[in-house]
């Protein structure tokens, strides 16, 4: 470790008996000084920072009494140093000074001079003059050389000074050193170089990986060229997910990582409507967490019936479709007030020892999403753009990974969350393109080229994107939430068993999803009259074979008013469509809906599972049927 040295301040100066006695020797003296000066200067000419070479002098041949200097600084501790003068003709008047303090000084003897600066003294940044004192001819000192040793000390500074990630993620830090030889900084956590796996790592680059556990701790950028300079920022870890997935002999389950027991999630939507402007025209849609009409009372009383009833999860929607205090922010990105309404929603739904599914069906209209496809996609139209066009992918990647790093600024428990949902119903719009050509070769996200003259290659750019869109997306969010599950929702294929006829919305589950990343898949079955029975749907999703590594949850079944005027017939009918759907895997259930009432739903409405007589949600609630599949 070396500290920079520099030397400057360099002057002469006439003093002592013989000058003033003898004015015959003013001449003579002032001689001797400039050349003094000369040999000193050339000689700091050629010395560098803290250099104990000799340097020669610059007349071979001195005036008697002139001293030929060799500066040397050696580090003594953590930021102090050893200054060593040598040369010829020193005496004992010569002194060292810090900032105007003497110091205690080693004359060695004629030709050396010693003396320590202290880690004490420089504390502060400071200046060591020194003054070599030669005797003169008639006695006393005929001249003095002095010179300055500026010694710096660093000063650290650190970026950012305080920061918030999720159980297993990672924070990119930065140092600068100012005042010092060397950038060099040793990292530590909570005082630990390196770190290590229950504070969390971090490398030599400053990059912070968190440990799988909720904590606070100190980063801390120490200087190596003194270790007694350090800056220190200080990091919240956040509550890992509670719940997880795992495969079994048959079909994979949840559990809950704290106790490792399973988890059978059996919940309802929770879902408020009302009038928004879209694009083209004024529709009813999600507002549960509009800026302006989220209802964190009526959410309270909501949450707390679900509790006393047994249930322990509930899915809610995102809004990114309107101009109504949604979302997207104008200005950019996301609103924080709008987050700040799901983050609200997230810790209430902790207290009541809910967990939260959040969905969302696409990019916001605000926000600058939608540049990112809008002229980049000649060759697809309506949702394929965000399906299979890369700026699309891009898109929907990015809205992901702002919902998450926008609920982590917030604090907000993201051990709340069961999990993200990419779509709440994937599909390809075949009305748009490409699905409207008949003849040619088109590019996806993916990179690979797919001929629309062929029905197996238009089949396989369809598995494909799906795949890829679902891979791309959880990426995103597992780099910044790594306990985090993610899962997409679907309503029924159209066959083999033929169904929603003429709906020019296609899809195919399955084998797709069994080959993607994703941690469960989400059906949404109806029990409609003149609909399919449930094992038809089971036929047509395809998901039986495919369920021992990703379970199938089914987030929607709901029982129109309709069909079944009578609450006590849509009590039983919900009752009997979630013990079927046992026969075939299915590992949780969530109503459609708990409370949304009819004036919301518009027409057809759904038998809301909490009002009225509240029969539906008796009929479904844990307290009274713990086993779901009776």
Known sequence: MRRQIRFEGIFCQSEGKAADADRRRVSRTVRAREILCAAALACLAGCNGGSSSPVPPVNPNPIP????????????????????????????????????????????????????????????????????????????????????????NPVVAISPVSAIVAAGGQQQFTSSVSNALTQAVTWQVNGISGGDATVGTISNAGLYIAPLAQAGVTITAVSQEDANKSAAASLSVLAPHTIGVRPTATIAEFFDRTTGNSFVPRGNNYVRLASQTFPWGVQVFHSTFNVGLYDGVGLDTALNQMQTSGYNFVRVFLNGCCHDNTIGDPAGGLSVAYLANVADFLQRAKQHKIWVII?????????????????????FGGLNNINLCAGGIKAVTLYFHDIVQGLINLNAPLDAIFAYELRNEYFYESQYLPFTLTSAMVTTADG??????????????????????????????????PTGLVEVGFFEPQGPIPSRIGDPRVITVYPAMANSTADFVSVHPYPIIGGLTFAQYVTNFGFVGYQQQKPVVLEEFGVLESDYPAETTAASVAQSWQVQSCAYGIKGWSFWTWDTSTAEQGPPPFWPAALGAGLIAQALSPVARPDPCI
């Open 359 to 379: 969905t969302a069906d696409w990019p916001p209209q605000f926000g600058g999403y939608t540049s990112y496809y809008a002229t980049s996609c000649a060759q």
């Open 65 to 152: 009494n002139a001293a030929s200097l060799n500066p040397s600084v050696t580090l003594a501790g953590a930021s102090g140093f050893n200054l060593t003068v040598t040369g010829t003709n020193f005496i004992q008047a010569s002194t060292v000074q810090w900032n105007g303090s003497p110091r205690p000084t080693t004359f060695g003897s004629s030709t050396s001079l010693q003396a320590s600066i202290t880690a004490a003294d420089v504390a502060t940044a400071g200046t060591a003059m020194v003054s070599v004192a030669t005797p003169a001819p008639g006695g006393g000192s005929s001249s003095a050389l002095a010179f300055a040793i500026n010694v710096p």
């Open 448 to 481: 690979q080229t797919y001929d629309m003259s062929n029905a197996a290659s238009r089949q396989q750019m369809m598995d494909n994107g799906l795949i890829y869109f679902t891979n791309q997306v959880r990426a995103a969010i597992l780099a910044l939430d």
